[in-house]
């Protein structure tokens, strides 16, 4: 009989919370790009713990190499977006989001 919390159990707990942080994060700060970007760090390295954990319980090398393709993803987000945001602050010096957002009244639709 087992006393305490395996290692799985745990690592998947943690990604469960972190996704949910993620998520939170993203939904709540709209307006800060930063922190949008941080959010999604947070969502993709949670679902990379969960595919270690899995990998890890089933004894499989799938997962890790799914980890290693969306660790290179993330690092490719990042690099472009933050290369996106130093473009953007030098011409507005101003990172908000409010400017960058499509406003849906000014938006005509055609009805069908």
Do not use: C
């Not at 159990?9 to 919370?17: A, C």
């Not at 996704?19 to 993203?26: D, N, S």
């Amino acid at each position: 009989m087992m006393k305490g919390i395996e290692l799985n159990y745990f690592l998947l707990i943690s990604s469960i919370i972190l996704f949910h942080i993620g998520m939170i994060g993203l939904v709540l700060n709209r307006d800060n790009i930063l922190k949008t970007i941080m959010s999604l760090e947070l969502l993709l390295l949670s679902v990379n713990l969960s595919f270690i954990t899995f990998s890890l319980y089933l004894d499989d090398i799938v997962g890790q190499i799914f980890v290693l393709f969306i660790l290179t993803l993330s690092a490719t987000e990042s690099s472009i977006g933050l290369s996106i945001l130093a473009v953007y602050y030098e011409h507005k010096n101003n990172i908000s989001l409010d400017p960058i957002k499509i406003r849906t009244k000014n938006l005509k639709f055609k009805k069908m």
